[in-house]
């Protein structure tokens, strides 16, 4: 079975562009999860959906920050303008609703570098 | 609120020897309990899980016991590999957020040498 997919990779850019990470999740999931993992700050919870929905966004950073999900099946995450300060692996995850003990399926991650 | 704290890291070991990385949290009510693997240049991979006290999640030959009586979730094994060398995570998953939210620690990196 496919796991999360992320795309791109890699992306690299200079200050001041829009960058646009896109996840897949696992099909049936109904949770989405967006994550930045940093040397100086670990992991953090962005925001994440249910059923598409928005529920919890209280760890995106600023308001340059901005998630949508528009179907089951992808969601993004856009940083305008994008600032050096920004550089980190952006991480989605998805899981199941059903009972508290399912896990998160994470993607490989966006490694972005924000010249 | 919910929160797990990690032994720091880097744990470094010479391969065949026994591993230990602690792990306790605070949490309300009775989470679950999760250790994730992150290799180099890879996403978190779930390890291994605990739903309930006393439990025992285990999964290539690591190991982890949900002990409530403490709040730990001490992962371990007996013999590891170079092919261990990894970042570890340990996490909960509670009530905070309706259940859905995991709460991370901040990492054990292990090294294992020849």
């Known amino acids: 079975d496919a796991g999360v997919i992320q795309s791109p990779r890699h992306e690299v850019t200079e200050m001041g562009q829009e960058v646009t990470l896109r996840c897949k999740p696992i099909?049936?999931?109904?949770?989405l999860f967006w994550y930045r993992q940093t040397m100086m700050r670990g992991l953090e919870l962005l925001i994440y959906?249910?059923?598409?929905?928005?529920?919890?966004d209280s760890g995106m950073p600023e308001d340059r920050f901005s998630a949508k999900m528009p179907n089951a099946s992808f969601s993004t995450l856009k940083i305008q303008p994008s600032e050096p300060r920004d550089s980190a692996v952006y991480f989605c995850?998805?899981?199941?609703?059903?009972?508290?003990?399912?896990?998160?399926?994470f993607g490989d991650g966006t490694r972005l570098s924000i010249l | 609120g919910d929160s797990v704290t990690q032994m720091e890291g880097p744990v470094t070991l010479s391969e065949e020897a026994f591993l230990t990385i602690n792990c306790t949290y605070t949490a309300t009510g009775y989470p679950s309990l999760f250790w994730y693997v992150q290799y180099p240049g890879e996403g978190l991979q779930l390890l291994l899980k605990a739903t309930k006290a006393d439990d025992k999640g285990s999964n290539k030959g690591f190991e982890a016991t949900y002990r409530k009586e403490t709040t730990s979730f001490h992962l371990e094994k007996g013999s590891v590999q170079v092919s261990d060398s990894a970042v570890y995570f340990c996490a909960l998953r509670g009530i905070t957020g309706g259940g859905n939210k995991l709460t991370f620690g901040t990492g054990t990196q292990l090294k294992v040498e020849l």
């Open positions: 099909s049936g999931h109904d949770y």
């Open positions: 995850a998805s899981s199941h609703s059903w009972g508290s003990n399912q896990p998160q399926h």
């Open positions: 959906f249910n059923n598409n929905v928005p529920i919890d």
